[in-house]
T-cell receptor, first 114, second 117 residues
């Protein structure tokens, strides 16, 4: 069975410091993985995606994530946090062969302090 | 990228009434759309898969008679919350993926905040 676990429900960083949001997945085969961001009362915006090409994936707004099969991880990072990065972040795995369903992690709320 | 438009963004209704939420794919044809529900400070829960021209597929525990889904065209799916009650108050989000492209991103609507009073 496929699943995704976000290890931190809340992360707080200071502006200008690095961001690390952790995600582990479980899958019987190489999955497609995504990170989405959600600002309050808004829909979801894609940050980046991994689909079995390069293991280091660069996304929008300076975010990137590295797919590590040996660790079954897909952690999201950013070198320097900005106040506008404060939002909810979701790690998502694609359910192949099930009509395009996605499984969402529990979400990580990122707070950025001035 | 592709655009999914959801309407209304916010709705308040009285207990016992029904509310319809629309989800449109603006620049592509979506044979499948997905409806999610999100409680405050929680993740998205898949409610159902909406299939154009056929019945929706509901996830376990979701009442199909309560949450009516209609996917009448390749660009429009609707979710109707029937006989709404305060416990139905939530944030509802739809999404769609470009057909025939496994592993590609899903595009999400802006969400609908439903408040039942």
């Amino acid at each position: 069975a496929q699943s995704v676990t976000q290890l931190d429900s809340h992360v707080s960083v200071s502006e200008g410091t690095p961001v690390l949001l952790r995600c582990n997945y479980s899958s019987s085969y190489s999955p497609s993985l995504f990170w989405y961001v959600q600002h309050p009362n808004k829909g979801l915006q894609l940050l980046l995606k991994y689909t079995s090409a390069a293991t280091l994936v660069k996304g929008i707004n300076g975010f990137e994530a590295e797919f590590k099969k040996s660790e079954t991880s897909f952690h999201l990072t950013k070198p320097s946090a900005h106040m506008s990065d404060a939002a909810e972040y979701f790690c998502v795995v694609d359910l192949w062969g099930q009509g395009g369903k996605l499984i969402f992690g529990q979400g990580t709320e990122l707070s950025v302090k001035p | 990228g592709a655009v999914v438009s959801q309407h209304p963004s916010r709705v308040i209704c009285k207990s016992g009434t029904s509310v319809k939420i629309e989800c449109r794919s603006l620049d592509f044809q979506a044979t499948t759309m997905f409806w999610y529900r999100q409680f405050p400070k929680q993740s998205l829960m898949l409610m159902a898969t909406s299939n154009e021209g056929s019945k929706a597929t509901y996830e376990q525990g979701v009442e199909k008679d309560k949450f009516l889904i209609n996917h009448a065209s390749l660009t429009l799916s609707t979710l109707t919350v029937t006989s709404a009650h305060p416990e139905d108050s939530s944030f509802y989000i739809c999404s769609a993926r470009v057909p025939g492209t496994s592993g590609t991103e899903a595009f999400f609507g802006q969400g609908t905040r439903l408040t039942v009073v």
